[in-house]
């Protein structure tokens, strides 16, 4: 068993089972794109050498199609791609295997990040329902408020009375007026106003 070490292979030797439309051409453009801007790839892609200067891809088809765009936009920033080459059959194995393992983690990961994005977001939904059912609770109160404050408004075309110039017949029929108008304030509560005024 040989040590695992990247290689640098011509893109041009590399041929890959998958068919190219697997994949969304606009998705393959962006990856081309960062890929001349970097000149390379940071996520080296596995390889079988399967003759002379002559490759099948094991892992990382994508990869593989993206440098082949990049080639094709500027073949000389494009014309190699990083990659661990298995050089033979006996080590074939044991490549699959830690792709495997390594796939799996990576999947496993993003579906708990995904999972825990999905809660973040209906804990967010479900703030913003409760944020709008109180600002609609508080705007209701205002206007019950200001409906109470309005009941206890003189009119504008009524003579202020002074309470000291007022007879208690006055005090008295001013306040049943208002009284009248404002729920809760009934006779016994006007009676104690008077006899405190008297």
Same mark, same amino acid.
């Given at each position: 068993?040989?040590?695992?070490?990247?290689?640098?292979?011509?893109?041009?030797d590399?041929?890959?089972?998958?068919?190219?439309?697997?994949?969304?051409?606009?998705?393959?453009?962006?990856?081309?794109?960062?890929?001349?801007?970097?000149?390379?790839? &940071?996520?080296? &892609?596995?390889?079988?050498?399967?003759g002379?200067?002559?490759?099948?891809?094991?892992?990382?088809?994508?990869?593989?199609y993206?440098?082949?765009?990049?080639?094709e &936009?500027?073949?000389?920033?494009?014309?190699?791609?990083?990659?661990?080459?298995?050089?033979?059959?006996?080590?074939?194995?044991?490549?699959?295997?830690?792709?495997?393992?390594f796939?799996?983690?990576?999947?496993?990961? $993003?579906?708990?990040?995904?999972? $825990?994005n999905i809660?973040?977001?209906?804990?967010?939904? /479900?703030?913003?329902?409760?944020?709008?059912?109180? /600002?609609?609770?508080?705007?209701?109160?205002?206007?019950?408020?200001?409906?109470?404050?309005?009941?206890?408004?003189?009119?504008? /075309?009524?003579?202020?009375?002074?309470?000291?110039?007022?007879?208690?017949?006055?005090?008295?029929?001013?306040?049943?007026?208002?009284?009248?108008?404002?729920? =809760?304030? =009934?006779?016994?509560?006007?009676?104690?106003?008077l /006899?405190?005024?008297?």
């Amino acid at each position: 068993m040989v040590k695992i070490s990247p290689s640098i292979v011509m893109v041009e030797d590399i041929s890959s089972s998958l068919s190219r439309t697997t994949f969304s051409e606009a998705d393959l453009e962006k990856a081309a794109q960062l890929i001349l801007k970097m000149e390379g790839i &940071i996520t080296p &892609i596995v390889l079988q050498k399967v003759g002379i200067d002559s490759y099948t891809v094991i892992e990382g088809d994508f990869e593989y199609y993206a440098a082949l765009r990049a080639e094709e &936009i500027d073949p000389m920033k494009g014309e190699t791609i990083n990659a661990y080459v298995i050089k033979s059959k006996k080590e074939l194995p044991f490549y699959q295997q830690q792709i495997e393992v390594f796939r799996k983690q990576s999947v496993s990961t $993003n579906n708990s990040y995904t999972s $825990n994005n999905i809660e973040i977001l209906n804990a967010i939904r /479900d703030i913003s329902i409760q944020l709008s059912e109180i /600002d609609s609770k508080q705007v209701k109160q205002n206007g019950e408020i200001k409906a109470q404050l309005k009941a206890f408004s003189i009119p504008k /075309d009524s003579t202020p009375v002074s309470m000291q110039s007022c007879t208690k017949k006055q005090l008295q029929n001013k306040l049943k007026e208002i009284f009248s108008r404002t729920k =809760g304030l =009934g006779d016994k509560t006007l009676q104690k106003i008077l /006899d405190n005024w008297s």
